[in-house]
């Protein structure tokens, strides 16, 4: 019979007790609507690529709406694979005047969007290790919501602070990074003292990495940390506390709206484009 830990004493106990039968605790779980999600994460890790190949399926469509531009090397070697403002702007960047214009959604949208070859390389290493920690942790739902809501809230941050057109997952890379400090601050223990001393190194060289290099949103990497961290205090403060069937059709719907929108943006976006590319700039609709 499967068994979890209890989220109380850690000890082990059957997926169908309601009460730890040593401590009393009880565990919470919508029974109800699991079965609408256990296909889906029957296994936690697979959840990882499934937004590794959300990124990877969105930067080959960009590249291939204007291939022409990705073979320029008039940005050096970081700008190598760079698709054209045009697909990042049909895709879902969020930033400039799409902000301006009330694309609200675009704050979802962008943290699927990279602008280079080295960018998306850099983004999904860090994404693999640090989701990798975060399903381990606190489940693959937990991970879903996390990537989305940070991503949300660095490029809000960054809208509100300077709104320059502005794509990547590195919002919900500092994101995860503000998850996890909490997650361990809280945990405690050797395990605790150990992950937060580690994410505290990374955050601080990604912060550190951001203001040497020219052309990174450290404002969205901030506000994507702030907002991991916020988020860190809803989580759960142990690890291996089940998900409920709700919070799983929670984040399967946000990622699948997610999707959609981005082909809603290029439905919207079409008739801009035309003055965008005469004009320089384009006009709400």
Known sequence: MPAISCHNCRKLISTKDSHCPFCKTPQVIERESSSLT???FS???EVITWIVGINVLLYAASILLDPSEAMSMDRGLLGVGSPANRSLLLLGMTGGAV???GHWWTLLTASFLHGSILHIYFNLSWLRQLGALTVS???PARFIFAYLATGVGGFLASNLWHNSPTVG???SIFGLMGVLIVFAQRRGGLLGQRLGKQLWIWT???LLFGLMIPMVNNAGHIGGLLTGMILGLVFPKHENKRESGVLQL???ALLGSTILFVGYNGLVMTKPLEQYELLGQFFCQ
């Open 43 to 45: 296994e936690p890790s």
């Open 250 to 252: 929670i984040a399967l």
């Open 204 to 206: 601080g060289i990604g």
């Open 99 to 101: 902000w301006t214009c």
């Open 169 to 171: 997952a590195s919002c």
């Open 38 to 40: 256990k296909e889906f």
């Open 137 to 139: 942790f606190l489940g």
